[in-house]
């Protein structure tokens, strides 16, 4: 049987994942893995964990909660010298509230990635290292900026005791304050020019507040991050195109670039609002750069 650690936020799903977890790590427990299990308390505990566990030797980890506690997890067991997790393997109990990386693989959810688990499949899953003037942050599922950052705080502030619905709620608010951000960008090399943007959004896998499929065509294994810009409009019109977003129609629109890219390079940036798989960040973006099979995902 394998060794393996499970990291719990038991404040995950509204404050559910502490009490649904039990009975899926008993399963587990049953044949199947040496489980060592462990609750955070609060922001940034999942990091810490992690990072001490590697140090450690453990390879095989569990995120039991969402998006949230999963890239805590990555950003615990990343070696930014070898930009690498030593092929760490990360499996989800995923009692949290959008799920959205686990979409790309599955949407039977907890059951899949259970058995996923059990059966011991895994695939490789690159990351996102987001470089910035603090250091760097790993990101398997979405890095945005702009409208989409702002959203995001909003959300989180008012709204996340609603889950999926607390996101929508969270774009018609800040709709009364839609603005659009320079960005200066060097794309794989190649110098851009200056452009306004409604927002930037950066992604490893398809899906982000749950079941918005904000990039169709990413994948997480292809060592390339589609970058979805949408230019300068008006609320009526970013109103308009919204719904299409949980299609990934919205690619479609002529305000909608859609491209895929290794490495991105911020040109002269400030102090910016980032979404970062679901939390936000305040910091100075320099670059964000495409590792490709960082580590593994059972499922």
Known sequence: MRDALAIVNPAAGGGTCGKEAQGALDSLRNGHMKLKVVETTGPGDATQLAKE???????????????????????????????????????????????????????????AALNALKEDRSRPSDVNALHHDGGIFYSLNILSMGFTARVGATTNQRFKRFGEL????????????????????????????????????????????????????ASTEDG?????????????????????????????????????????????????????????????????KVIQHAFRVNI
């Open 53 to 111: 566990a590697f140090a450690n030797g453990t390879r095989h980890f569990i995120a039991v909660g969402g998006d949230g506690t999963s890239c805590e997890i990555v950003n615990g067991f990343m070696d930014p010298s070898l930009e690498t997790g030593e092929l760490c393997t990360l499996g989800f109990l995923p009692f949290g509230t959008g799920n959205s990386y686990l979409r790309d693989f599955t949407q039977h959810g907890t059951g």
């Open 166 to 217: 607390g996101y929508v709620m969270g774009v018609v608010t800040t709709l009364a304050g839609l603005e659009s951000d320079p960005f200066a960008m060097t794309v794989d090399g190649v110098e851009e020019e200056e452009k306004a943007l409604t927002f930037l959004s950066l992604n490893n896998s398809q899906y982000t507040g749950g079941k918005m499929r904000m990039a169709p065509n």
């Open 224 to 288: 390339l991050c589609e970058m979805i810009e949408v230019g300068k409009m008006g609320r009526f019109r970013l109103l308009q195109l919204f719904p299409r977003i949980f299609k990934g129609a919205h690619i479609h629109a002529p305000e909608v670039e859609s491209r895929r890219a290794k490495e991105i390079v911020f040109r002269g940036s400030g102090p910016m609002d980032v979404m970062a798989d679901g939390e936000i960040i305040r910091v100075v973006p320099r670059k964000v």
